[in-house]
């Protein structure tokens, strides 16, 4: 091929494409757009939280466990481990970390929101006593007990009923 052939083809593409690109932004308002983009950022983001978190699968479950050790977690230290890898310092205890963020109905959350349980012997059903992420699909990402760091499901047993609300912190 020339080199006045290549240039042509590469004009008509250049153009073509430059069209297209004008027809879509046409169609869709810029604030749409702009939304869609936020959005998908936030969930984004909100998967790698709940990915980075998997790596510690099986994990042990210490009580109390020190915020300096990744080789056993309670639940609030888990979450302070995994959201600081992405930028958000949260404070130490579930408590605390269920006042941060902004509020999220049960039937919005997105993965990466933090669920708030009153569950276990400090519970009354109003309290907060433990804290896990939303991992998507109807599964929390958490550690409690003996599977330590598991995942589980929000609609079932003990979560089920002990569910209490949600943060969205990203």
């Not at 958490?142 to 912190?169: E, M, Q």
Request: proline content about 2%; charged content about 15%.
């Amino acid at each position: 091929m020339n080199k006045q052939t290549w240039i042509k083809k590469a004009a008509i593409v250049s153009i073509s494409a430059a069209m297209g690109m004008g027809a879509l932004l046409a169609v869709s308002p810029a604030s749409q757009v702009e939304a869609a983009a936020s959005s998908s950022y936030a969930t984004t983001k909100g998967q790698q939280v709940v990915n980075f978190g998997k790596n510690y699968m099986g994990t042990p479950y210490k009580f109390g466990a020190s915020t300096s050790t990744t080789k056993v977690f309670d639940c609030s230290s888990f979450m302070k481990h995994i959201f600081k890898q992405y930028g958000v310092n949260l404070p130490r205890t579930s408590a605390a970390q269920a006042k941060e963020g902004v509020a999220v109905s049960k039937a919005n959350l997105k993965a990466g929101d933090m669920v708030f349980f009153s569950s276990g012997s400090r519970a009354n059903g109003k309290n907060v006593t433990h804290v896990a992420v939303y991992a998507g699909n109807g599964k929390i990402l958490h550690t409690y007990g003996k599977p330590g760091v598991t995942i589980s499901n929000l609609d079932s047993g003990t979560w089920k009923k002990t569910y209490l609300k949600a943060r969205r912190v990203l």
